[in-house]
Nanobody, 116 residues
Framework: QVQLVESGGGLVQAGGSLRLSCAAS????????MGWYRQAPGKQRELVAF???????NYADSVKGRFTISRDNAKNTEYLEMNSLKPEDTAVYYC??????????WGQGTQVTVSS
């Protein structure tokens, strides 16, 4: 099992920045990829970005060039640096991991609100 604890959400003005963190514990060695999803009110949860154990990254088109995902393996923590935030980035952001055996774990979510 993997446990995930997110932090770093909050309220920011458009054009501002936030950094989200997700600390993993438990069966760390089983983690293949770590990622971030978000869900806005009335919308489906969508992928924001993920990073594999080998460092390969992938981003949603809507955040490319503005968001950066990174991973500190020594701290078992992933980060999402969000710059040039827009009101449409407002959502609950969820940390996610996928293990080598394809098990999926989720964090509890952290609210990000971008005011115009």
């Amino acid at each position: 099992q993997v446990q995930l604890v997110e932090s770093g959400g909050g309220l920011v003005q458009a054009g501002g920045s936030l950094r989200l963190s997700c600390a993993a514990s438990g069966s760390i060695a089983s983690i293949y990829s770590m990622g971030w999803y978000r869900q806005a009110p009335g919308k489906q949860r969508e992928l924001v970005a993920f990073i594999t154990s080998g460092g390969t990254t992938n981003y949603a088109d809507s955040v490319k060039g503005r968001f950066t995902i990174s991973r500190d393996n020594a701290k078992n923590t992933e980060y999402l640096e969000m710059n040039s935030l827009k009101p449409e980035d407002t959502a609950v952001y969820y940390c996610n991991t996928v293990t080598y055996s394809r098990l999926v774990y989720w964090g509890q979510g952290t609210q990000v609100t971008v005011s115009s």
